[in-house]
């Protein structure tokens, strides 16, 4: 009899956990997930390095929205894969300066562990930070990738400070 209700209460927590799991949302309200692109797509990487460059180091000091969205405005590639990378990243920024305006710019580029070059553009608009990052290990190493995302201000790796 207690193997019996043992069996029972274990096949009806299993059914529970299975509705449970069957009814959660993949996506919290709020959450954000990354759009990675891992591809041999170097002209792309080769335009946000060039924004990054065009932009300037500023990963002290935050530079104007201004200027930099109108940098990232200015972009006309060849690349459809640019050109849609890009259109993204506007349609973004237009969205969350639209919401709460536009705090400011870090940019940076340095070497990891893994890539020679991770160049980093994250715009702050209030809560919300638009991260752009490429990583790349050069023109002939087909191991490379680019990130557009949206994160909270406190996952941020210049604005948390």
């Not at 009814?23 to 946000?48: E, H, M, N």
């Not at 060039?50 to 990232?72: K, V």
């Not at 702050?124 to 201000?153: C, Q, T």
């Amino acid at each position: 009899m207690r193997n019996a209700v043992a069996i029972l209460l274990l096949v009806s927590c299993a059914a529970r956990a299975d509705t449970a799991f069957d009814t959660a949302p993949y996506k919290q309200p709020g959450q954000f997930f990354s759009q990675v692109i891992q591809a041999d797509d170097y002209p792309t990487l080769r335009a946000v390095e060039a924004l990054q460059n065009s932009l300037g180091e500023h990963s002290s000091d935050a530079l104007p929205c201004d200027s930099a969205l109108q940098r990232i405005a200015a972009n006309r590639s060849i690349s459809k894969p640019t050109a849609a990378l890009f259109a993204a990243l506007k349609r973004l920024a237009s969205d969350l300066a639209e919401r709460h305006g536009c705090d400011g710019v870090h940019t940076s580029h340095f070497g990891t562990r893994a890539y020679k070059r991770r160049t980093l553009i994250e715009i702050a608009y209030g809560p919300e930070v638009l991260v752009l990052d490429a990583f790349s290990n050069g023109p002939k190493d087909p191991e490379r990738l680019y990130r557009l995302d949206v994160v909270r201000r406190k996952d941020s790796l210049w604005w948390a400070r």
